[in-house]
């Protein structure tokens, strides 16, 4: 295959998290993946960037990364994007969720979820909006929400229960297990489908089978 070529030296690891999400697990041709950890800065922006980079040359459907954890303007410069056009205010305002999203590529768009410290009241509504996620959902055949993590805020929980699959991203030999361990069970208590762990700075990818019973 062109792809395992292409990315046989770069990125072994992400690949393979592409791969398994595509082809081993039971989900809907349309879904919502969530990237999330327990502590800010683990690398989840950069596991779910990595994945979009990938997927994208990997699949012809429409892709959506919905960029919902600490603001990195650097990202924003680098691809024309704009972090005070957010996907909460633009919906509370009544327009299309087009508004909100900027090109990343030839199928995908990404977008900032909500400003920092402000519209708390529209992102409660949004995440409790039913219709809105069956609408990203139907629209879209891989929306990958950069979750921030649970140390930060828990909108990362709340967005995670829409997902269709949710990757925990630790930092190797730096995070201990309890702290992985409280993240995952309030994951499964707010109704999250945790499916793997990705050890960041290793790349390597854990089946949720395999982690629960370490």
């Given at each position: ?22 082809r ?13 950890s ?15 980079r ?26 024309q994007?704009n ?21 990343l ?60 699959a949710?990757?925990l ?13 409280n ?32």
């Amino acid at each position: 295959m062109p792809q395992m070529k292409r990315y046989a030296n770069k990125d072994d690891g992400i690949l393979n998290l592409v791969q398994r999400l595509d082809r081993t697990l039971d989900l809907p041709e349309h879904r919502i993946i969530t990237f999330i950890s327990a502590r800010s800065g683990e690398g989840t922006s950069t596991i779910a960037r990595d994945y979009v980079r990938v997927l994208e040359d990997m699949v012809d459907h429409k892709i959506l990364l919905i960029d919902a954890g600490k603001l990195d303007e650097s990202y924003y410069d680098a691809n024309q994007g704009n972090p005070s056009v957010t996907i909460v205010e633009t919906v509370a305002a009544g327009q299309e969720l087009d508004k909100a999203l900027f090109p990343l590529g030839n199928h995908t768009h990404f977008g900032r979820w909500a400003g920092e410290g402000r519209g708390r009241i529209a992102a409660t509504k949004l995440l409790n909006n039913n219709k809105f996620w069956d609408d990203l959902h139907n629209s879209y055949g891989t929306v990958v929400i950069d979750a921030p993590s649970l140390q930060e805020s828990p909108d990362g929980i709340a967005l995670a229960a829409h997902a269709d699959a949710t990757i925990l991203v630790v930092e190797a030999e730096k995070t201990r297990q309890p702290v992985v361990e409280n993240l995952r069970d309030t994951l499964d208590a707010a109704g999250a489908k945790v499916v793997g762990l990705v050890m960041n700075k290793r790349r390597f990818y854990i089946p949720a089978k395999v982690y629960q019973n370490m």
